[in-house]
């Protein structure tokens, strides 16, 4: 599973998750060692699959040991490696998305329960408000960030990061973090991969005008994928492999971001 994906599931559940069933996965470790998910102490429950009758069982420490009770087989000791609970850090992430934007007026702290922000992005054209919240599933979610917004400087345009769901705060748009960050394994920070002004609805006038450094370079490189048929079908994960050869090519250069990247693709 890709790691923004793993992410995302795990900021989602609101609450800490057991490491156990996630240890087999590479992005489990990637997401670990850049520090966007750490220990938080152990799970409260675990299903018991030790006696005929699976059930639930609340893991119980007594004298030195962890365990729960099973009506069958009474305490089952459990080592605590089992039982750890990981969940999000968040402030790791919106600095780590602040950094990618060159966000500006970021607060390092929540502005109201679990809601970021992450900083203002200053385009050419516009301003653009980019805040972060961990799901926009219903109408707390909603209540929640309306009231977050309440004491903030209210911007024409701007996006709402989010975990899961589609709710949004006009003129805000929400965008999922699935679709718009993309991680470096190899920097281990996350890209903003998406087109923030085209995203946020933002006018796009006076954009760009030094034409990328990275131009004629990645022209090649992608030329040359797409006539040996080895360029990938998802546009990430090309981006990604084209970042490589990139990076191996020219290996006393810092390679263009994830995004340049994306916008060359296309
Ligand atoms: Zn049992």
Known sequence: MDAVRLLGDIIAQNAPVSAAPLRTLQAFHALTDGGYIEEAGVVQSIHCNDCDVPHDAAVV?????YGIHCPDLGFISKE?????????????????????????????????GQIWRIGIVTAPSVDVAVYFQPTLCDAL??????????????????????????LSCPPLKTVQIEDCLAFDEVAMVFEFAGDLLAIAGAPEKNRGGRP???????AKIIAARVASGEALPGKNAEARAIQTIYRTENPTEKPPSISTVKNAIS
Do not use: M, W
């Open 212 to 218: 990328s450094l990275y131009a004629a370079k990645l």
């Open 141 to 166: 979610d909603l209540r929640s960030f309306e009231t977050a917004l309440s004491n903030e400087t209210r911007s024409q345009y701007g996006i709402i990061l989010t975990a899961s769901g589609q």
């Open 80 to 112: 605590r490696s089992e039982l750890v609970a990981v969940k999000p850090n968040l402030e790791r992430l919106v600095q780590n998305v602040a950094d990618a934007l060159g966000c500006k007026r970021t607060k390092s702290t929540p502005i109201h």
């Open 61 to 65: 420490f007594e004298a030195t040991q």
